[in-house]
């Protein structure tokens, strides 16, 4: 290379030094290593490239989209110190991305945590419409029988939710539960209203009473007994 070409030609023109060439020797190193320091960089920031558009389908010129996704992450991790600290301060956030953004992209959060807030903490959803945010229709059987169309049947008016085929990433693992499942967003409000075609006739007492919010309980050992 041209880097190399100027070492080379000391070898040449001076006699068999052994001082010099281990100068020589030296210099031959330095350029191999600034060399490959080099490709390491660059195949770094392939990397990096190569992964925002296979995972998200951003190029380097989205700035704005990979704004969003780094503001939403900080979201996020403000959201779960706030839920372990102070509790829920938004029933109905979410982090809208099945991946995070590079943690080498993390920076300048000074201004991103200014920027975060929640609006009104809204409600849980019930336990009825919280098992049909979280479960597979293969297991709508674990509901009362007038829900269980809502996830199996085609017609259903949130029926997307639940598709028969999906794609799972996996992303560079070995197992299965290692995969990212990459299954549509719920739309929260949309699950709520299609609920409520559902009446509380059609349940039985006691499946009313599964599907209320109670109060918590917490069970303590007394150490002296």
């Known amino acids: ?37 080099s490709r390491v960089n660059i195949n770094d920031q392939d990397h990096k490239g190569r992964y925002y ?24 991790l403000v959201w779960n110190l706030k839920y372990y600290y102070e509790g829920c301060v938004s029933w109905d956030w979410y982090f809208p991305y099945h991946y995070g953004p590079m943690l080498s992209d993390l920076v300048n959060l000074d201004s991103m945590l200014k920027d975060v807030s929640f609006s009104e903490p809204g409600k849980p959803l019930l336990p009825f419409q919280q098992l049909m945010a979280c479960m597979p229709p293969s297991h709508s059987d674990l509901l009362p029988e007038p829900y269980q169309p809502l996830m199996k049947d085609h017609t259903s008016p949130i029926a997307e939710f639940y598709p028969r085929s999906f794609t799972v990433d996996m992303n560079g693992k070995r197992w299965p539960w290692e995969a990212v499942v990459l299954l549509p967003f719920i739309d929260s409000k949309r699950l709520v209203d299609a609920s409520h075609s559902i009446s509380d006739e059609s349940l039985t007492s006691e499946e009313r009473e599964r599907n209320s919010v109670m109060s918590t309980v917490v069970f303590a050992q007394n150490q002296e007994e």
């Open 1 to 37: 290379s041209s880097e190399i070409a100027p070492v080379l030609s000391t070898v040449l023109d001076d006699e068999d030094d052994e001082e010099d060439l281990q100068t020589v020797k030296g210099k031959l190193l330095e350029v191999q290593f600034s060399s490959q320091k």
């Open 53 to 76: 558009f296979d995972k998200f389908g951003f190029s380097p010129f989205d700035k704005e989209k990979h704004i969003a996704l780094r503001r939403s992450y900080v979201e996020g």
